[in-house]
């Protein structure tokens, strides 16, 4: 049997001694607590803070009141909270609880929760008291739910934005608990319910843009070493200041924003969820040092009437994963305030990143196809690309990416089929088609599934949108194909448009068409105010997809 050409790892040339070293992360993420200094600040949330020690003991008396109502070890507690401090205090008291966290977005339907409490036969629920009232007292009254936990967001802090913060408080239901009164009464954390590496910390659902989510079974283990990798490898002072840039209940904003900080001792700061002006104003308060994001939201702030260079120049690394990369949005974006903005690659399956640009490097762009380098795996990855027989192919050559390492899951949650079907030998299928160059920089070209085929010739949407993010009026851009009675398919380009900026989609077709092949140019253009994205920044292409005239 021929031997692996990736198995060489070509990209440990790329990583500094630092990047390179083995790690020896915690059990897990209360294990790591134990080792920073009590009087360290843990959580910023506008004006409010929490102490290490503080958080400890709050954590604490949430895991015992969860013990005294019956939660077992192993069983489910679902999350469904924005970028608060009271995400935190769940996640930590069920993890002490010996339990398994399912982090739910928050902006779900009641039919997608409803599928999600079910699937992973979830005991207990912590929600905003709003949800409550509105919609999950009933939907958790169909699902095994029995413990509920509210909170209100105004709570641990005293500014209340009106931006963010403007709703009102409510009456504590009959119902349910509340978890910040829960939090400070005291109660002691149940003995002998310490999890390790094996154990499953999250079930972490995918956005379900194919077929119903599945929960992937993210272990203490994997979390631990990703958040250890970014600890050590990312170069940021001893005490670092975070920003929550990415939602918590996402993978990325879990495991490089709220387990990376606190593994290393530092400050996360929390601005209850994405509007340009509050983070802003939180990057000029709290001076962060890091923070990772979609490249949708960095297009957000770029376009800010009051942004400034300053904004940003505390920052040491400024990481961007979930959603494609533009070159263009990356020069852009350090010609006007200063940082280069990493690219990452990482999905669900792999516990967040699985490649990013090292601190100290660039990513380069494949003078082929016009795509950025999403980086290079870490010393105890093994990226391939494969084709459709499994069968390596030639470095340059493009293939179906695969990934072994130690963040890659188990599994899925009791979906045996589908476990044997992505996670073949224990290595990741991640549909995502990619190259590898011979220095070990990974390209990922598109989605399998995103594939346009016009007149038989193959169309990957990221090289048509990578053109159209050069256009100086572009703001946001997808491509999707749409049927055509002559080529079968044909691409259509859908964009918005950068604040003050004038375009019409004739114009836009035909500064494709100069770039690009004939048969790669968008024939149709439609122009829209905003473009349909999941809560991590990420576009929703299968909404285009559907989209009628």
Known sequence: ????????????ALLDDAQRAPVSPADSLPHALRQVPPDRTALAYFDGRISYAELDALTDSVAGFLASRGLERGDRVAILLQNSPHFVLALLGAWKAGATVVPV?????????????????????????????????????????????????????????????????????????????????????????????????????????????????????????????????????????????????????????????????????????????????????HRPHYTVGPSTAFMALAAHPSVTPDHFSSFRVISSGGAPLPPALVEKFRDGFGPYIRNGYGLTECTAPCASVPPGREAPVDPVSGTLAVGVPGPDTVVRIVDERGEEVPFGEQGEIVVRGPQVVPGYWRRPEATAETFADGELRTGDIGFMDERGWLYVVDRKKDMINASGFKVWPREVEDVLYTHPAVREAAVVGVPDGYRGETVKAYISLRPGAETDPDALAAYCKERLAAYKYPRQVEVLPELPKTASGKILRRELRSRRE
């Open 1 to 12: 049997m021929t031997a692996s050409r990736y198995a060489a790892k070509p990209w440990l």
């Open 105 to 285: 977005n928050p902006m779900y339907k009641s039919g997608e929760v409803t599928h999600v409490l079910k699937d992973a036969e979830v005991t207990a629920l912590v929600c905003s008291d709003r949800a409550w009232e509105s919609y999950l007292r009933d939907t958790a009254a169909a699902s095994p739910v029995r413990i509920v936990l509210t909170a209100c967001e105004r709570d641990l802090q005293t500014r209340d934005d009106a931006r963010v913060l403007s709703f009102e408080r409510l009456e504590q239901a009959a119902d349910a608990d509340d978890l910040v009164a829960v939090a400070r009464q005291g109660h002691k954390a149940p003995e002998g319910r310490d999890l390790g590496p094996s154990d499953i910390a999250l079930i972490s659902y995918t956005s379900g843009t194919s077929g119903t989510p599945k929960g992937a079974t993210n272990t203490h283990g994997n979390i631990m070493y990703n958040a250890e990798r970014q600890r050590t490898g990312l170069g940021l002072p001893e005490v670092p200041v975070y920003f929550a840039l990415a939602p918590l209940f996402h993978i990325t904003g879990m495991v490089c924003e709220l387990a990376a900080c606190l593994t290393s001792g530092g400050t996360l700061v929390l601005a209850y969820r994405f509007e340009p002006g509050v983070v802003l104003d939180a990057f000029a308060e």
